[in-house]
Nanobody, 117 residues
Framework: QVRLVESGGGSVQPGGSLKLSCAASGNIPRSNAMGWYRQAPGKQRAFVAGISDGRMSTYEDSVKGRFTISRDNALNTAYLQMNSLQPEDTGVYYC???????????WGQGTQVTVSS
């Protein structure tokens, strides 16, 4: 079983920044990808960013140029640096880890990000 612990959420004004962390422990897949989805109020959970253990990253179009995902393989921890935050970035951010070979995600508990003036 994999355990994911997220931190770094909070409330900021538009244009502000936050950095999320996600620490994985337990039975982590040997070759894996980590990343985040977010769920805005009244909407389905949607992909935000992901990174492989080879550090290849992908982003949802609306966050490109504003968010940066990174990871420390030695610590089994992924990070999401979020800059130029906008109200539409508000939601619960869920970290995941999954084997590279198939889409079997393990999820964190979620952390709230609120962007409001």
């Amino acid at each position: 079983q994999v355990r994911l612990v997220e931190s770094g959420g909070g409330s900021v004004q538009p244009g502000g920044s936050l950095k999320l962390s996600c620490a994985a422990s337990g039975n982590i897949p040997r070759s894996n990808a980590m990343g985040w989805y977010r769920q805005a109020p009244g909407k389905q959970r949607a992909f935000v960013a992901g990174i492989s253990d080879g550090r290849m990253s992908t982003y949802e179009d609306s966050v490109k140029g504003r968010f940066t995902i990174s990871r420390d393989n030695a610590l089994n921890t992924a990070y999401l640096q979020m800059n130029s935050l906008q109200p539409e970035d508000t939601g619960v951010y869920y970290c995941y880890v999954r084997p590279v070979a198939w889409d079997n995600k393990s999820w964190g508990q979620g952390t709230q990000v609120t962007v409001s003036s």
